[in-house]
């Protein structure tokens, strides 16, 4: 099923990408043939809007994925940073500045951006064949800065020596080679960043390569609009400019959908690993026990004495199965918060072993994740009240101190010495849940004087 539903969604995409395909190419099939579709517009604070939007997309776009790299740390999410802040550097720097400098006429200025741009361009082709992860992410992102400051500087030394063809009314460069060949070379690149981010969907099926190969399409279809225009200087506007315009809201669009999604996966596997816990906890060791008194019986060992024992285990795995549950079902928004602390109080002192009183401020509003940790911490002190300290009576208080919201559990056991190293004393657990949750964690015992630990919340 899963493999049918993958099959389906690269089919549903590979049919999207036919029709904007062949949508796109009747356009430009019109654009062909209609010579008023092909006249040029000068509008130089137009152009410089565009050339804008366009630094900005591409800025945002290397911006989100260089995040995402810091994250995740892929290869492929470098390459894309990469390619994507060349291509906005173009843009700024060899077509933006000049525009705002005034220095449009000058003849050799396209050349660089249309330099830059393919070379961005050609990283990002080349982004998904890319494997792997990358350890040492800071010092990566620091070689790529440098890398496309090296570029840029080459390619504008090299468009700027050399001599260039210049300028001249409109219609004067439509049969420059040079010109040709190079807008060319670059839907070539984009035709390739098409195939290969559409095969890096097919293969893994990653929201994002749909995206970029749509805004890739729309590139291609871009470049070839201005390969048959009669002009090439930074200060016409022209139908392919808008369409580069979409499909840079297309790329920023997926890309900030990739880094949604990244999100979620990382709080689902947050909650899975806490849910995990959870288990490793509590209930496994009850198991353990369990399975523990199931192979000495096995073993032949004494039925009066273990079956006992293996009741008591089983008993016990079954209780926690229930705080377990109601811990779970609180976070999760099924169940009240301090309903689920009363049931467990009242399964903890059903025996009469042990009294607590438990006070609830109506007033305290505790967060999912914030529920889910102080139900635990509150369940460990109480555990420890009963099983270590032999309390005989425990006190449980959630409220507010002035602006801070505290949680408290004492009780008037055998208390301890506090231990140098907490987690020898089985405190580990208690402070990682209270740090998980930005709060405060402190602990006062002495032998003979009780125990009572308390955690401050975050504001």
């Given at each position: 099923?899963?493999?049918?539903?993958?099959?389906?969604?690269?089919?549903?995409?590979?049919?999207?990408?036919?029709?904007?395909?062949?949508?796109?190419?009747?356009?430009?099939?019109?654009?062909?043939?209609?010579?008023?579709?092909?006249?040029?517009?000068?509008?130089?604070?137009?152009?410089?809007?565009?050339?804008?939007?366009?630094?900005?997309?591409?800025?945002?776009?290397?911006?989100?994925?260089?995040?995402?790299?810091?994250?995740?740390?892929?290869?492929?999410?470098?390459?894309?940073?990469?390619?994507?802040?060349?291509?906005?550097?173009?843009?700024?720097?060899?077509?933006?500045?000049?525009?705002?400098?005034?220095?449009?006429?000058?003849?050799?200025?396209?050349?660089?951006?249309?330099?830059?741009?393919?070379?961005?361009?050609?990283?990002?082709?080349?982004?998904?064949?890319?494997?792997?992860?990358?350890?040492?992410?800071?010092?990566?992102?620091?070689?790529?800065?440098?890398?496309?400051?090296?570029?840029?500087?080459?390619?504008?030394?090299?468009?700027?020596?050399?001599?260039?063809?210049?300028?001249?009314?409109?219609?004067?460069?439509?049969?420059?080679?040079?010109?040709?060949?190079?807008?060319?070379?670059?839907?070539?690149?984009?035709?390739?960043?098409?195939?290969?981010?559409?095969?890096?969907?097919?293969?893994?099926?990653?929201?994002?390569?749909?995206?970029?190969?749509?805004?890739?399409?729309?590139?291609?279809?871009?470049?070839?609009?201005?390969?048959?225009?009669?002009?090439?200087?930074?200060?016409?506007?022209?139908?392919?400019?808008?369409?580069?315009?979409?499909?840079?809201?297309?790329?920023?669009?997926?890309?900030?959908?990739?880094?949604?999604?990244?999100?979620?996966?990382?709080?689902?596997?947050?909650?899975?690993?806490?849910?995990?816990?959870?288990?490793?906890?509590?209930?496994?060791?009850?198991?353990?026990?369990?399975?523990?008194?199931?192979?000495?019986?096995?073993?032949?060992?004494?039925?009066?004495?273990?079956?006992?024992?293996?009741?008591?285990?089983?008993?016990?795995?079954?209780?926690?199965?229930?705080?377990?549950?109601?811990?779970?079902?609180?976070?999760?928004?099924?169940?009240?918060?301090?309903?689920?602390?009363?049931?467990?109080?009242?399964?903890?002192?059903?025996?009469?072993?042990?009294?607590?009183?438990?006070?609830?401020?109506?007033?305290?509003?505790?967060?999912?994740?914030?529920?889910?940790?102080?139900?635990?911490?509150?369940?460990?002190?109480?555990?420890?009240?009963?099983?270590?300290?032999?309390?005989?009576?425990?006190?449980?208080?959630?409220?507010?101190?002035?602006?801070?919201?505290?949680?408290?559990?004492?009780?008037?056991?055998?208390?301890f010495e506090p231990p140098e190293d907490p987690a020898a004393q089985g405190l580990r657990n208690m402070r990682q849940r209270a740090t998980a949750i930005g709060g405060a964690f402190t602990l006062r015992t002495a032998p003979?004087?009780?125990?009572?630990?308390?955690?401050?919340?975050?504001?």
């Amino acid at each position: 099923m899963r493999q049918t539903a993958r099959k389906d969604s690269f089919e549903a995409f590979l049919s999207g990408e036919v029709a904007l395909v062949a949508l796109l190419g009747a356009a430009l099939a019109l654009f062909l043939t209609s010579a008023s579709l092909r006249t040029p517009y000068d509008l130089p604070q137009a152009r410089v809007v565009l050339t804008t939007l366009y630094a900005v997309g591409g800025g945002l776009t290397a911006l989100l994925t260089g995040s995402r790299f810091m994250v995740e740390g892929r290869r492929y999410d470098l390459l894309l940073c990469c390619g994507f802040t060349a291509v906005s550097l173009s843009w700024v720097a060899f077509a933006l500045g000049p525009a705002v400098i005034e220095r449009t006429e000058r003849a050799a200025e396209p050349w660089p951006c249309l330099g830059g741009v393919l070379a961005g361009w050609t990283v990002l082709a080349l982004a998904p064949l890319a494997r792997g992860r990358i350890e040492r992410r800071g010092l990566a992102l620091a070689d790529m800065a440098a890398a496309i400051a090296v570029t840029m500087v080459a390619i504008w030394f090299a468009a700027h020596m050399s001599r260039m063809p210049s300028f001249g009314p409109a219609g004067s460069l439509h049969h420059q080679p040079l010109r040709s060949g190079g807008l060319a070379a670059l839907a070539l690149v984009n035709l390739v960043a098409v195939l290969t981010f559409a095969d890096r969907y097919r293969r893994r099926r990653e929201d994002l390569d749909r995206w970029l190969s749509l805004g890739s399409t729309l590139t291609l279809f871009a470049t070839l609009d201005l390969l048959f225009e009669p002009v090439f200087a930074m200060r016409y506007v022209t139908q392919g400019d808008f369409l580069l315009l979409i499909a840079y809201v297309v790329i920023l669009v997926g890309v900030w959908r990739a880094i949604h999604s990244s999100e979620l996966g990382r709080v689902v596997a947050e909650e899975r690993a806490r849910v995990a816990r959870e288990i490793h906890d509590g209930l496994s060791q009850y198991l353990f026990a369990v399975s523990t008194h199931a192979a000495m019986l096995e073993a032949g060992s004494n039925m009066n004495e273990t079956i006992p024992k293996l009741k008591a285990a089983v008993q016990a795995a079954q209780t926690e199965a229930r705080f377990a549950t109601l811990a779970l079902s609180s976070a999760a928004g099924r169940a009240p918060f301090d309903a689920a602390l009363r049931r467990y109080v009242d399964f903890l002192t059903a025996d009469g072993k042990l009294e607590v009183e438990l006070q609830i401020d109506a007033g305290v509003r505790l967060a999912p994740d914030e529920q889910i940790e102080v139900f635990r911490i509150v369940q460990e002190g109480l555990a420890n009240a009963r099983k270590h300290a032999h309390a005989r009576r425990a006190w449980v208080t959630i409220g507010h101190r002035g602006e801070e919201r505290f949680v408290t559990v004492r009780d008037d056991g055998s208390g301890f010495e506090p231990p140098e190293d907490p987690a020898a004393q089985g405190l580990r657990n208690m402070r990682q849940r209270a740090t998980a949750i930005g709060g405060a964690f402190t602990l006062r015992t002495a032998p003979g004087s009780g125990t009572a630990l308390e955690v401050v919340l975050r504001p």
